[in-house]
């Protein structure tokens, strides 16, 4: 059974909150089945978005980069594709180690 886009989205700023990294939801979409982007700035002007992709051929879901670099052009194509998503979450992640925890157990 999937989770919905909104108990997904709380745990895992519970998880980010119990490993002491900041993060936010900076766009809220639809609560059961908007997509979730999840953006990690590192506070030094770059940035980079990930987006769930689903392997057809294996059935598994894991984090894939959308965009990477300068922030203002991350938040460009974030804004790109909210503008035909408008269902779509974008939590925030602000780390200047490059933590994100999207490759742990149960975040894919």
């Known amino acids: 059974m999937r989770l ?26 639809d609560d059961t089945a908007g997509a979730v982007l999840v953006k990690l700035n590192t506070l030094d002007g770059q940035a980079v978005v990930f987006q769930r992709s689903f392997d057809l051929m294996t059935g598994d879901r894991r984090w894939i980069e959308l965009a ?19 269902d779509l979450w974008v939590v925030e992640v602000e780390d200047r180690r490059g933590r994100h925890l999207l490759d742990e157990d149960g975040l894919s």
């Open 68 to 86: 990477r670099g300068d922030e203002r052009a991350v938040d460009e194509a974030i804004a790109r594709q909210r503008s035909f998503d408008p």
């Open 4 to 29: 919905t886009a909104r108990i997904w989205v709380d745990a895992y700023l519970t998880r980010l909150r119990l490993n002491e990294i900041p993060a936010f939801v900076t766009a809220h979409g």
